[in-house]
């Protein structure tokens, strides 16, 4: 019984995506589908990357961007990192970045720039793990792989009064989208349970009078819809010390490969914590500008002292290097440092 019920659900379910599915730039909607229009692996690949930790409305002109720039997983897989890096600027979590480009030269170095189309072939790249080896395999290959991120977690625990806290609740949740995922059009049903939560399901005030799945919904029928405030995000403090030669040169040094921005070029700073902690990188007279350099990343706010100076040629650095001005393009910083510069050049 359970089974037929599952079943039924899931046809309720893309009846209303046949009605109701976003049109998102990496999609071949449903219609397109039926009629034989495969969708691309690159482009299911390169926007689930993008998607993680990041909005649909903050994705899409990066997401034009790149497949205008770089319209094939062997284009991207020849690109210079830098451009890729700068490309990137402000979709954050740059380590997702350098395992594109990782995964790109991967696919176009062992496998003739095709795609794996299986779950199993897509886990062994580089850079992607088990959800996103779900999503490209259920999308664009119509494999029957279980697709569950926050927004389908959020649906099969409204769907079941499910009330176990995450990430606990990660393998109730996955079991649950397991049982309702159908053979038949896996890909569009993983688009479409996505959808719901993003559209109907949503944090707060879900829209269950539009919901395909009310008449099943078990915390409809006992008037538990409604999802606990979220966790209220910490601010951290530090300094950007932007330097300026006296020809005009800037002084910025490259971060770590491991943690926020790494691998990126930015302004030599404090470390991020509770206050900022002075760390000027050479020795000079510098100048706090009034306000602040404003940022928030995915688990914290940021605020940023800016402070300038004017150093002579030969004075030397303690960290980073400069970059002559013909060299410096504020475009290519993260936003967080392109924020500290424009607070400076508006002084």
């Known amino acids: 019984m359970s089974d037929v019920c599952d079943a039924a659900r899931a046809e309720d379910l893309l009846d209303w995506y046949d009605r109701h599915a976003r049109a998102l730039p990496w999609r071949v909607g449903p219609r397109a589908r039926a009629e034989g229009v495969r969708p691309d ?12 930790q990041t909005t649909v409305p903050a994705v899409k002109p990066y997401f034009e961007a790149f497949t205008a ?29 350098r395992n594109l480009l990782k995964c790109a030269r991967a696919v176009a170095r062992d496998h003739e720039g095709i795609f794996p189309d299986s779950y199993e072939g897509l886990l062994a790249l580089p850079g ?5 080896a779900g999503a490209v395999a259920a999308i664009a290959f119509d494999r029957a792989a279980t697709v569950v991120d926050g927004n389908v977690e959020r649906v ?9 806290p995450l990430p606990q609740a990660k393998p109730i949740l996955t079991e649950m989208a397991a049982a309702l995922t159908p053979e038949a059009r896996p890909g569009d049903y993983a688009q479409a ?3 719901l939560g993003a559209t109907i399901c949503t944090p707060r005030n879900p829209a269950c009078g539009l919901c395909p799945w009310r008449g099943a919904c078990a915390a409809w029928e006992a008037g538990t819809m409604e999802k606990a405030p979220k966790k209220r995000k910490p601010t951290r403090f530090g300094i950007a010390y932007l330097a300026r030669r006296v020809d005009g040169a800037w002084l910025l040094e490259r ?17 991020w914590g509770d206050a900022p902690q002075e760390a000027p990188p050479i020795d000079a007279e510098w100048k706090t500008l009034p306000g602040e350099a404003r940022h928030t990343f995915t688990h914290f706010h940021l605020r940023l002292t800016v402070k300038t100076a004017l150093v002579p040629m030969d004075r030397p650095a ?27 050049r508006g002084s």
């Open 318 to 344: 303690s960290r980073g290097d400069f970059i002559e001005l013909s060299d410096f393009r504020p475009a290519d910083l993260p936003t967080v440092m392109r924020k500290a510069f424009d607070l400076a």
């Open 41 to 52: 692996p690159y482009r299911v690949w390169l926007s689930e990357i993008m998607l993680q």
């Open 128 to 132: 992607i793990g088990p959800y996103t």
């Open 69 to 97: 720039r770089w319209p094939t997983v062997a284009d991207l897989a020849a690109a210079e990192d830098a451009d890729v890096m700068a490309a990137w600027a402000g979709l954050g979590y740059y380590a997702r970045a």
């Open 156 to 164: 099969m625990a409204r769907l079941h009064d499910e009330h176990t």
């Open 255 to 271: 971060r770590p490969d491991k943690g926020l921005l790494g691998g990126m070029l930015g302004w030599p700073g404090s470390e």
């Open 193 to 195: 349970v996505m959808d």
